[in-house]
């Protein structure tokens, strides 16, 4: 083995697994396997596989993940950028399909980045309700930010706080809370060896101040009758069962669902050695403790996968239909937007203040540009409440004054922004388009190549014959660019040209 464990992991695993354990040491020599899974906003699973390049194969617990074979660079293909699958480690799309979540419902991704669960839940609401998706570390919201860009996500709204802020604002709001916690990162030790450089004896009592934390402002955040999934990526009961079994303790209101053992790839969790090490610091219950046992590991030498750690948390309360004061009830189309005006701080990363006339004409202005050109380029109406932020516009789906005295780096669906005097659709409003919402579309093949070189930023030469465009819409203007029929980008078409609008950040610079 290859791979130089930490000893005092080893024995302690050895104390834990006792027969299995030279199974799971060996597991360490296997090369971890990929996936992918298929974004469902944007093509369906029997679509995706009429599409594909790659070999595939289904990942049990996951209905639209599937396993990639080894040497497959799905990262590298057209289809990647435009946002047909997200690249997840198998294991990592376990944890949002026992959430359950269900169109419509008030959802927290509360340790969000870089975003591929989020964008799993946005995929299970299908547009509909409002996906809260957040992380304490300012950097990483960035991947988060252009992870549900690229996916197309309409509905999201992305926090950079502390989850006590987060629940000062938002008690008994949301239906369904993910809690990927900040862990040790065992479970991933084959397929990172800098975890292990980072991991020390005394990493799992370091996690667990953190998890515990977590668990209890969620618990403050959700709804009567609510669901909570809380799950890691280490093998440490400390940061796992005992973490669960501790929850409860504290917290009567709430029973486990049991998933573990419920298929042959959910192991149970561990109870037994947790059991002995906690017994001495604090009286936990015999019928807590048949309780954890029904959360769920996915051990590395029993799955094609690696390590993880999953509990089904039930609050149970009776489910509440009402609404909440932060959420009211809308029509299908907001018609008159509201207008969270710009604040001291505004967004951190789209931060600035109009620069011409009044604050009252500047924002009008803005809303008559932005309003123009959703009238001459769509044939849809967006739903949702338009926030200004500066020069930048929002469709948001939580109304005015929702996010205040809030961290927020994207309030809403970004829609683009002013510039001198104009509005410039932003890429993220063309990754969440479809073909059939927009005036004016041309369609790239991913097979011709042509469609690399619009990833790559080139100007194209495209015949008017190829602009496909509503009744009465000229050839000319902004375009929505496809690839093989589903949204990439921006260009603007005139005389045979297509200018390329797609963002420097985002080209392809692969060879």
């Not at 799309?93 to 340790?111: I, K, N, R, S, T």
């Not at 505004?346 to 009008?364: F, M, Y």
């Not at 202005?365 to 949702?384: C, D, I, N, P, R």
């Amino acid at each position: 083995m290859a791979l130089q464990l930490p000893l005092t992991f080893k024995e302690r695993m050895q104390s834990i697994l006792k027969d299995e354990y030279d199974d799971f040491l060996q597991s360490y020599d296997q090369t971890p396997i990929g996936g992918i899974r298929v974004n469902t906003l944007k093509i369906s699973v029997v679509d995706m596989l009429k599409l594909t390049p790659f070999k595939l194969q289904s990942i049990p617990w996951c209905p639209s993940g599937f396993y990639t074979e080894a040497g497959a660079r799905p990262g590298l293909h057209p289809y990647y950028h435009a946002g047909l699958y997200y690249i997840q480690e198998p294991s990592a799309m376990a944890p949002v399909e026992l959430l359950d979540v269900q169109p419509g419902e008030l959802v927290l991704d509360l340790c969000a980045a870089p975003g591929g669960k989020s964008t799993q839940i946005a995929a299970k609401l299908q547009g509909q309700g409002v996906l809260v998706s957040n992380d304490l570390n300012s950097e990483r919201t960035k991947a988060l930010a252009k992870n549900l860009e690229l996916y197309g996500v309409r509905n999201a709204i992305v926090l950079n706080e502390h989850p006590d802020h987060i629940r000062d604002k938002f008690p008994l709001f949301f239906h369904k809370i993910l809690i990927d916690a900040p862990c040790s990162g065992e479970g991933m030790f084959r397929k990172d060896e800098d975890m292990v450089k980072q991991w020390t004896e005394e990493s799992p009592e370091k996690y667990a101040g953190m998890q515990r934390d977590i668990l209890r402002a969620a618990a403050s955040m959700l709804r009567s009758g609510g669901r909570i999934v809380y799950s890691t990526c280490t093998f440490s009961p400390e940061e796992n069962e005992g973490m669960i079994a501790e929850f409860l303790n504290g917290h009567p209101e709430f029973h486990v669902i049991p998933v573990g053992g419920t298929t042959k790839y959910f192991a149970t969790g561990e109870t037994a050695w947790t059991r002995d090490q906690m017994q001495a610091q604090q009286s936990i219950s015999d019928e807590i403790w048949d309780e954890v046992e029904g959360t769920a590991r996915l051990w590395p030498h029993k799955i094609q996968g690696e390590g993880h750690f999953m509990a089904v948390l039930q609050h149970d309360g009776e489910p509440t239909a009402e609404g909440h004061a932060l959420y009211e009830s809308k029509p299908e189309h907001v018609v008159e937007p509201s207008i969270l005006k710009q604040s001291k701080k505004g967004t951190r990363q789209d931060r600035g203040a109009l620069k011409r006339g009044s604050e009252a004409s500047s924002e009008a202005e803005v809303l008559t540009a932005y309003h123009q050109f959703m009238k001459e380029h769509l044939s849809v109406v967006l739903e949702g409440y338009t926030i200004v932020y500066g020069q930048h516009i929002y469709q948001s789906s939580l109304p005015h004054g929702a996010l205040d005295k809030l961290k927020v780096i994207r309030p809403g669906w970004n829609m683009g922004f002013m510039k001198n005097g104009r509005f410039i659709p932003g890429h993220p409003l063309a990754t969440a388009l479809h073909a059939s919402e927009c005036v004016r579309v041309i369609d790239l093949s991913s097979k011709t190549g042509e469609a690399v070189k619009y990833l790559k930023g080139e100007t194209l030469e495209i015949g008017e014959e190829r602009v496909i465009c509503t009744t009465g819409a000229t050839t000319k203007g902004y375009a929505l660019i496809c690839i093989d029929g589903y949204s990439a980008g921006w260009g603007k078409w005139q005389n045979g040209i297509l200018k390329n609008e797609y963002p420097v950040g985002w080209r392809w610079t692969s060879v």
